[in-house]
């Protein structure tokens, strides 16, 4: 069993990782209607990352035997002004789920809640590299290019052979899926 406090943080963390999703569905739409088809399709392989990530810990909650309580997911940005700054937000954005991760793991320590701690750390470490993703392209597109022009064609060439590497489908035992 996890405490009534953790239960309420687990629920919010599912509408934080839910928000994101939209948020990057957001993105995909913004850059499809840009012409950027492999911006695109990165963010929408982004959008299932995130659903994974809500879906985790849907999942644990059950297996603590605590309902899940789906809370209202916040209409996200629609647009903005060039691929460089759906990138820096992108940033930005991975930079405030990693503080919400980083609390859940401190309470979990204050209330000695092994178990969660040990769910918990498996989002620490995505978070090293979800804000790595983020970092790396803005980087690149820095070096290499500018905000437009040829450089951009080529990056989002690349970024649309982006691999899907969560499963699609959410059913089975907790873990199995990493
Ligand atoms: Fe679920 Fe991008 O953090």
């Known amino acids: 069993m996890i405490s009534e406090k953790m239960r309420q943080a687990l629920n919010e963390q599912i509408n934080k990782e839910m928000y994101s999703g939209y948020l990057y569905m957001a993105m995909s739409a913004h850059c499809n209607d840009q012409g950027l088809e492999g911006f695109a399709h990165w963010y929408m392989v982004q959008y299932h990352e995130e ?35 759906v990138l820096k937000a992108t940033l930005e954005h991975e930079k405030v789920v990693t503080a919400s991760i980083h609390s859940l793991m401190r309470q979990a320590e204050e209330e000695n809640d092994y178990a969660s701690r040990i769910f918990l750390q498996w ?25 437009n022009g040829p450089g951009l064609y080529m990056l989002d060439r690349e970024l649309k052979s982006r691999p899907v590497t969560i499963p699609t489908s959410f059913v089975g035992p907790l873990g199995a899926e990493d």
């Open 51 to 85: 659903m994974f990530h809500a879906m985790k810990i849907y999942e644990y909650l059950l297996d603590q035997g605590s309902k899940p309580v789906l809370l209202a997911i916040e209409k996200p940005q629609e647009s903005w002004d060039s691929p460089m700054d």
């Open 123 to 147: 989002y620490v470490t995505e978070q090293v590299e979800e804000e790595k993703n983020a970092a790396d392209i803005i980087t690149r597109m820095e070096i290499s290019m500018g905000s």
